[in-house]
């Protein structure tokens, strides 16, 4: 068993690998700071167990009308959610006429999702065009969840339009425990966080899915992550996955299963958990899950009037490997240019001035991302030194930001504390400058700057400019860093 190196002074004593194959047990000797409590596995819904399953497989045996699958078998799974988007629709719809032919119906109109939300708020008329091209699709099949936008001009006007598609999806009850989930985007993994399987896909397979509602996919090996311990106060999911993203490297989950299990998983709430799994895409993963529990039942009560069945996995399931991590060890983390895994210390990064900050993304943009942006804004009292850009992710998540209190502040809201602080007012929900896009998207990068960003990719030209540079850090991390103007440890201000 080897210990792998970790990004920390105590690196030895924080995150531990061992190798699990499908014929032996687990050696019973894991070199861990804790101990995982063992939890109660229920047994298959699938049928007789002969050979235990993940939940991954589980979810992909019941897809596919099989008893038992394992790693590497070819299957094809019965669809029940596809989403696609304002960028990947007008393909997909273009690929689905050109196959099945322009009067063909889609297989069933309640499980196609149509989400504009990348390149809405701009005057470009390319990206019009492709939200006309979905709303004519949507009119054309009767689509019953399509969430359109006709008022550029004042987002609020438009009843039907959502934002950011993967937190969308999560409100609007589209997410379900032991259901398959794709989406014409990467990080329809999100939705990994409510014990489904849920993974982006190209335009054609979007387009088969489309005219069939079934997809072939390979069953994926399963990497398991036990994260035990309770979570400090300066840490949130992001300063997590980034911890395993910058140990296993951008690679190191190809086509795999990311399983999230342990005692600080179950205290994370459904969008830290959302967090969680948005960024298994940057590992490579194929898809991350974490067993629905009581705060994923209570999250759905309201949303969704359809029944669903979680599936959890076995006691003597095989993993390819396992990895234990005590994240009372951990501090924050921001990952430096050019990609997910070139991970840091924040603290070690204190001289990296920066232009700008962003706070926003499907990664970071939901409502408890900003009420952890606004606690260490409040924590200091001053004011931003840099540009801070707040985008919520979704309609919902902007009226939080302007009704809800933040807990400590005698009342005050997300809105308040940022304007006092000196940010940018919330704009409207999108995907915004995440990932680039027209030149008039609100606060893209039009020049070579530095940004410290919430969101979950920092390739060159990503947010815009191919020479500006981004780091990628939490909320916590974000704020802290606007207030000083230098990549900064929110602990500077929270303690």
Same mark, same amino acid.
């Given at each position: ?17 061992? /190798? ?6 687990? &050696?019973? =000797? ?40 394992? $790693?590497?078998? %070819?299957?094809?799974? %019965? ?17 689905? =006429? @050109? ?9 069933? +109109?309640? @499980? ?29 099949? %009767? ?15 438009? &009843?039907?339009? @959502?934002? *950011? ?11 379900? $425990? !032991? ?33 069939? !509602?079934?997809?072939?996919? =390979? ?36 086509? =795999? ?9 179950? /205290?994370?709430?459904?969008?830290? +958990? ?57 501090? $924050? ?5 050019? /990609? &997910? ?29 900003? *009420? ?32 809800? $209190? ?28 995440? *990932? ?7 606060? +893209? ?51």
């Amino acid at each position: 068993m080897a210990t792998l190196s970790f990004i920390s002074s105590n690196s030895s004593l924080l995150f531990n690998k061992i /190798s699990i194959s499908k014929q032996k047990k687990a &050696p019973t =000797k894991i070199l861990a700071v804790m101990t995982p409590e063992t939890s109660e596995r229920k047994p298959s819904t699938t049928g007789s167990v002969k050979t235990g399953m993940t939940m991954t497989e589980k979810i992909f045996a019941r897809a596919s009308e099989r008893s038992q699958l394992s $790693p590497g078998e %070819n299957v094809w799974v %019965n669809v029940d959610i596809l989403m696609t988007h304002d960028v990947c629709g007008p393909g997909s719809i273009g690929v689905f =006429k @050109k196959e099945f032919g322009d009067n063909a119906k889609v297989w069933d +109109r309640e @499980k196609v999702v149509l989400i504009p939300d990348h390149y809405i708020f701009t005057s470009d008329e390319r990206a019009k065009r492709n939200v006309d091209i979905l709303r004519d699709f949507a009119d054309e099949q %009767n689509i019953k969840y399509f969430y359109d936008i006709t008022d550029r001009g004042n987002f609020k006007a438009n &009843p039907d339009y @959502k934002g *950011v598609c993967h937190i969308a999806l999560a409100q609007e009850g589209h997410c379900r $425990p !032991g259901e398959i989930l794709v989406g014409t985007d990467s990080h329809t993994c999100t939705a990994g966080a409510f014990g489904q399987f849920a993974t982006g896909i190209g335009n054609t397979d979007a387009g088969f899915v489309l005219g069939t !509602g079934k997809l072939l996919l =390979k069953v994926p090996p399963t990497l398991r992550f036990v994260l035990d311990g309770e979570m400090p106060d300066y840490l949130l999911a992001k300063d997590l996955i980034l911890q395993i993203i910058g140990e296993i490297s951008v690679s190191g989950a190809t086509y =795999k299963a990311m399983e999230f299990v342990g005692t600080t998983v179950e /205290s994370l709430s459904m969008e830290e +958990r959302m967090t969680l799994c948005n960024m298994v895409v940057e590992a490579g993963g194929k898809n991350g899950i974490i067993p629905a529990d009581a705060t994923t039942f209570k999250y759905l009560e309201g949303k969704t009037s359809l029944s669903y069945e979680p599936v959890y996995s076995d006691a003597q399931a095989g993993y390819l490997a396992e990895y234990r991590i005590d994240v009372t060890k951990l501090e $924050p983390l921001v990952a430096k240019p050019h /990609s &997910p895994d070139n991970c840091g210390l924040a603290r070690e990064c204190k001289d990296v001035k920066l232009d700008r900050v962003y706070i926003g993304s499907c990664t970071g943009g939901k409502t408890v991302d900003f *009420v952890a942006a606004a606690r260490v804004l409040l924590a200091s009292g001053d004011k931003v030194k840099v540009p801070t850009f707040i985008v919520p992710a979704t309609q919902k998540v902007w009226m939080d930001l302007y009704t809800l $209190p933040v807990p400590g502040s005698g009342g005050k809201t997300c809105s308040e504390i940022f304007e006092q602080a000196g940010c940018d007012a919330p704009r409207s929900p999108s995907c915004g400058a995440c *990932v680039g896009g027209p030149l008039d998207i609100y606060a +893209r990068m039009n020049e070579p700057q530095v940004c410290l960003s919430t969101t979950n990719r920092n390739f060159p030209g990503r947010m815009g400019h191919k020479e500006g540079q981004i780091y990628l850090a939490s909320p916590y991390t974000a704020a802290a860093s606007a207030l000083t103007g230098f990549v900064t440890d929110p602990r500077e201000f929270l303690h």
